[in-house]
């Protein structure tokens, strides 16, 4: 059954905001805000709101509103000049909350779950991006699980995620209206490492796991539109390495590179892997060290720098390597002008006792890609209590197709900090350079580089309001993010104070157009 929606008015009681000229951040940076949409809020609307990227066709932001019987989803489609085209409210269980959203095609795919209970049905809302309207599909579910992992492909959605640790796939049929496991899993802990699509609608799962020999490894497992089982590779490491973490991305010519990071033990990293598969499942597998790294340790103060290549240096003329241990974050690989790009970011988790402050990496607290297990009293003190995710700097790393590194670069995030892990650093591969951008506490800090080469070191340059003359408290930002939109231009929300014309201080929800000329 579908649901129709019509394109909303402008609403004169929340006091929308428009503004879409040129505001100039910083010649010396060359960020340009192209425009800028505000919203006022009010405390009951303060809920936190969230934004997907649609490229050229705009994007959508939305959240839960509460009520007596039933929540809300509100919905709302802007163009790329920030002009309302619909909004659109859902029917929510007041149990429920969204989960994950993708887009495939013409419409957008929303999935709703059980906050608090595991067991039970999927909900998925499939909204076509034209005029609004959905229809919600019911995916039965007999196991509970928490899903990790969302997308959707033209015939199916598949949902994964963990069961009594253990990955786990869900295929639901859109043309059978069916739901079912994928074969394969249930075989032991592991990690879901990565959940792609190709443009046929076949599946690639990355699993980590432990072999027979204690040792983890990875499983690749490849699956058909309707999710059936094509063939697995597992590549394991050498002796006394563990594969920690991983993924992938496909040649013309059929082969496959797959890269991450691997470590002596399972919590920390030592450096980068990287692994190059031919179509029968043949591969050879390199390993390099942070320390082999040109660049790696660029984010540290020039005496501390000084002193770790002057280790190194030491180590390498006695004939041995230094050792590193980072836990590790590694993203997406890019491909880029007949090469590839590997990006990732450094982090340590942050804890404090009641009565005195602990900043450090605990064995058992964190699993190998950063997520948090439960913890517990520590005797004679009181309970362990997270605090944040500190950044240290992100690393981008040039690979060939024979899985060499071609050259690395890197860019200090020291000053950011989040409740959640995620991809900090935004990368976008222009022709004759990379731009890093990042931002935090409505501060746009950038690098650009080409290769090993900086082209433009780190710039801060804050992001105005809607209006000449608005202030902006940037200590007051809530729930910030940065991605790439499409072409040359990113898009930053968030929440955050301002006021207008000198006249009081309000809450607003913002997303402003931004470019690096």
């Known amino acids: 059954m579908f649901f129709m929606s019509t394109g909303s008015r402008w609403n004169k009681k929340i006091g929308l905001t428009l503004c879409c000229w040129f505001i100039s951040l910083g010649l010396s940076a060359q960020i340009v805000q192209r425009g800028q949409y505000e919203l006022p809020l009010i405390d009951q609307e303060a809920s936190k709101f969230n934004i997907t990227g649609l490229r050229e066709s705009g994007l959508v932001f939305y959240r839960q509103i509460s009520g007596r019987e039933n929540d809300q989803l509100e919905v709302i489609r802007l163009d790329t000049a920030f002009q309302e085209i619909w909004k659109v409210y859902i029917d929510v269980n007041k149990s429920q909350s969204l989960l994950h959203v993708d887009q495939h095609a013409d419409s957008l795919f929303l999935l709703f779950k059980d906050r608090i209970y595991l067991g039970g049905d999927f909900q998925l809302a499939s909204m076509r991006l034209g005029n609004g309207d959905y229809v919600i599909h019911n995916i039965k579910n007999l196991i509970p699980f928490n899903p990790s992992e969302f997308i959707v492909t033209q015939k199916a959605a598949w949902i994964g995620g963990y069961y009594n640790y253990r990955p786990i ?56 539109s309707e999710g059936e089982l094509i063939k697995t590779t597992i590549v394991r490491p050498e002796e006394n390495k563990n594969l920690l973490f991983g993924r992938s991305t496909h040649l013309e010519d059929g082969d496959q590179i797959v890269a991450g990071v691997y470590g002596r033990f399972t919590d920390y990293s030592r450096g980068i892997f990287i692994a190059n598969i031919n179509p029968i499942g043949e591969y050879s597998i390199g390993y ?204 930053a929300s968030g929440v955050r104070r301002v006021c207008h014309k000198a006249g009081p201080w309000q809450k607003v929800f913002f997303i402003s157009k931004i470019a690096y000329k």
């Open 288 to 491: 390099h060290n942070f320390s082999e790294l040109h660049n790696f340790f660029t984010y540290m103060k020039s005496g501390r720098q000084k002193r770790i290549k002057e280790r190194i240096e030491r180590k390498n003329t006695e004939g041995k390597k230094i050792k590193f241990n980072y836990r590790f974050l590694i993203h997406d690989i890019i491909p880029y002008q007949g090469q590839f790009i590997m990006t990732g970011e450094a982090f340590y988790p942050h804890f404090h006792y009641s009565s005195m402050t602990y900043s450090s990496g605990f064995q058992n607290a964190f699993t190998s890609t950063g997520q948090a297990n439960s913890f517990s009293s520590v005797p004679g003190r009181s309970n362990l209590i997270f605090d944040f995710y500190q950044y240290t700097h992100a690393v981008v790393i040039g690979i060939d197709k024979n899985g060499n590194i071609l050259w690395d670069n890197s860019f200090e995030i020291n000053d950011a900090r989040s409740k959640q892990l995620g991809q900090f650093v935004k990368v976008k591969a222009e022709k004759d350079r990379i731009v890093m951008l990042y931002l935090f506490e409505n501060t746009l800090r950038s690098k650009v580089i080409k290769g090993s080469e900086v082209l433009a070191g780190k710039t801060l340059v804050a992001l105005k309001a809607s209006s000449d003359g608005d202030a902006v408290d940037s200590r007051s930002s809530e729930n910030e993010s940065l991605d790439h939109w499409y072409g040359d231009n990113f898009y």
């Open 169 to 224: 796939v869900l295929h639901f049929s859109f043309s059978k209206a069916r739901s079912r496991v994928l074969a394969g899993f249930f075989n032991s802990p592991g990690e879901l490492d990565q959940l792609t699509s190709d443009a046929s609608g076949n599946i690639e799962v990355i699993v980590s796991a432990r072999n027979l020999e204690k040792r983890k490894s990875l499983w690749i497992r490849n699956y058909d």
